[in-house]
Antibody
Framework: EVQLVESGGGLVKPGGSLKLSCAAS????????MYWVRQTPEKRLEWVAT????????YYPDSVKGRFTISRDNAKNNLYLQMSSLKSEDTAMYYC?????????WGQGTTLTVSS | DIQMIQSPSSMFASLGDRVSLSCRAS??????LDWYQQKPGGTIKLLIY???NLNSGVPSRFSGSGSGSDYSLTISSLESEDFADYYC?????????FGGGTKLEIK
């Protein structure tokens, strides 16, 4: 059974940093692109980052480029999102998702709140 | 960036109704359009990928269609578990963008 379990969310002050993790199981992690998607309190979904199966290629929207870094450890079946220079508008539920083109499996999410 | 407009933003329907949800892109997206369902509690599930392909395990009452910039998700006969939020996603070009969602509520 495919499982994606996010962790690492919390309350951070503006300008702070945080690293999210996503533990994957039930499939060959190194065969898949992986994604981070966030859902704002207004329930809007926003794609946040993509990483290729081998980790060589990454993609970000302008809203997080230069502040967020997606990475993966294929030996440990873990996906990461390092976030810095956090802003209030980064407050959201963060989901990791597996990609085969579409996002065919999603985790249950971890919440980030950016507030002073 | 490609903007995705979903309509309606919310709708009421009854058990057994046939409903169609719309997703319009600001430019052609060559069928690279998926539909996702989110139930209360937050779990997000892929329903339809690449316009019209039913994901494994998804009931056949769900179907997708469209081309160019206009796409739709149809539920042929609503069941109680279908009352949820629905989102479209274009992955024709980065940045990938989601529609604003349609909240489907029971009448």
């Amino acid at each position: 059974e495919v499982q994606l379990v996010e962790s690492g969310g919390g309350l951070v002050k503006p300008g702070g940093s945080l690293k999210l993790s996503c533990a994957a199981s039930g499939f060959t992690f190194s065969d898949y692109y992986m994604y981070w998607v966030r859902q704002t309190p207004e329930k809007r979904l926003e794609w946040v980052a993509t990483i290729s199966d081998g980790g060589s290629y990454t993609y970000y929207p302008d809203s997080v480029k230069g502040r967020f870094t997606i990475s993966r450890d294929n030996a440990k079946n873990n996906l990461y999102l390092q976030m810095s220079s956090l802003k209030s508008e980064d407050t959201a539920m963060y989901y990791c998702a597996r990609g085969v083109g579409p996002f065919d499996y999603w985790g249950q999410g971890t919440t980030l709140t950016v507030s002073s | 960036d490609i903007q995705m407009i979903q309509s309606p933003s919310s709708m009421f329907a009854s058990l057994g109704d046939r409903v169609s949800l719309s997703c319009r892109a600001s430019q052609g997206i060559r069928g690279n359009l998926d539909w996702y369902q989110q139930k209360p509690g937050g779990t997000i599930k892929l329903l339809i990928y690449s316009t019209s392909n039913l994901n494994s395990g998804v009931p056949s009452r769900f179907s997708g269609s469209g081309s160019g910039s206009d796409y739709s998700l149809t539920i042929s006969s609503l069941e109680s578990e279908d009352f949820a939020d629905y989102y479209c996603l274009q992955r024709n070009a980065y940045p990938y963008t989601f529609g604003g969602g349609t909240k489907l509520e029971i009448k």
